[in-house]
């Protein structure tokens, strides 16, 4: 289904000259510049590395238990590469170089498994131009298990869905790993006709990074690690390891998106009442790590309202950006949030509550 491009009302241009020229100027002001700078390449080659010793280790192990300890930091860490690096690299963030990006992520993918091209698409073009809104935004879409706006239809079983719906984050790699990629790259959803790499090329880069992803992860184990173990009990540590991360990056990056509660299904010809930057503070918050270095770690996704007023920063700017999107935004009345940990985990639950009783709206 094509849908007709998503258009916002006219925006508070003051507002933005203000934001845009504070942050050019703290740039300046430092001599720098808005990529990847060597500390960020470092954390990237460490992450990297280890991922590998993580995996090397892993496959010196004859117990089951010291294998699942050594695969859950190989899919831990690549849950780090992929919120520090890949999230970065997808918005042209982290090198100057579009390439250079490309090959970083395809690179930083492989221990994951998603698909690179099949996230910056989903993520980038798709959810970036219209988070929260019904039809064009991909994490939004309706999926008859879970409920996340008012406008999608209620299922009795969904008033338990405050409960349940961790397992739907732990699914949610495995998920796009083994399925929803495929689709995308056979054409089956919205996603394929956005991709870069079309027919024969598209798909000998999309096989060649699912065969790194099995070899490195399942076909390796398999071959060196003693029969004992089994291949049973491979996969099963595999995919437990991966819902484990999976749950940890979906639980801290989605509730920014619930807190607030707020969605929007926009006009036939795909207008919204509102204007861009009223939508995104409507709908996105930031929240505060503890300790405060730990959001470092997290790629800076934390700040998730600062990223997606500056998507094409790198994280490693977050920090600063945000105080500058505090002190602005109250000035012109915005809604500003940067909650607690404890405050966002209770209102994911409080969204996932309401919306499990509440009736649908047309």
Known sequence: MNLPPLRFARENLQFHRELTRAAQRAL????????????MIAKALLLGLLTGVCCWLGLQQTHWLAWAACQAG???????????????????????????????NVLATIPLGLDPECWRVRHVLMHHSG??????????????????????????????????????????????????DWLDRAGQTRVGAKMRLQG?????????????????????????????????????????????????????????????????QPTEQGKLPHSRYSHLFATTCDWLTRPRWLGYWLGGMNLHLTHHLFPHWS????????????????????????????????????????????????
């Open 315 to 362: 994280h490693r700017h977050y920090p600063m950006l945000a105080e500058i999107i505090a002190k602005t935004a109250s000035r012109y009345g915005y809604d500003y949030q940067c909650l607690s940990l404890t405050r966002l985990l209770s209102s994911q639950q409080h969204f996932l509550q309401q919306l499990g009783k509440d009736k649908a709206e047309n």
């Open 74 to 104: 190989v899919s831990f860490f690549a849950m780090l590469l992929a919120i520090n690096i890949v999230h970065d690299a997808s918005h042209q963030a982290f090198f100057r170089s579009r390439s250079a990006n490309r090959w970083l």
């Open 28 to 39: 300046e002001h430092h001599g720098d510049h808005r990529f990847a700078d060597g500390g």
């Open 200 to 264: 024969f090329r598209g798909w000998a880069a999309f096989l060649l990074t699912k065969l790194g992803h099995f070899l490195l992860v399942l076909a390796l184990p398999f071959w060196l690690l003693p029969p004992s173990l089994g291949i049973g009990t491979i996969v099963l540590v595999y995919l437990a390891c991966q819902m484990l991360a999976s749950l940890v990056f979906v639980m801290l990056i989605i509730g920014t998106h619930w807190a607030k509660g707020n969605s929007y």
């Open 131 to 180: 988070n929260n809104v019904i039809g064009y935004d991909p994490d939004m879409e309706e999926n008859g298990i879970l409920r996340q706006s008012r406008f999608q239809r209620l299922r009795p079983f969904m008033r338990f869905q405050r409960y349940y719906w961790p397992l739907v984050a732990a699914l949610t790699f495995p998920y796009y790993v083994w399925l929803f």
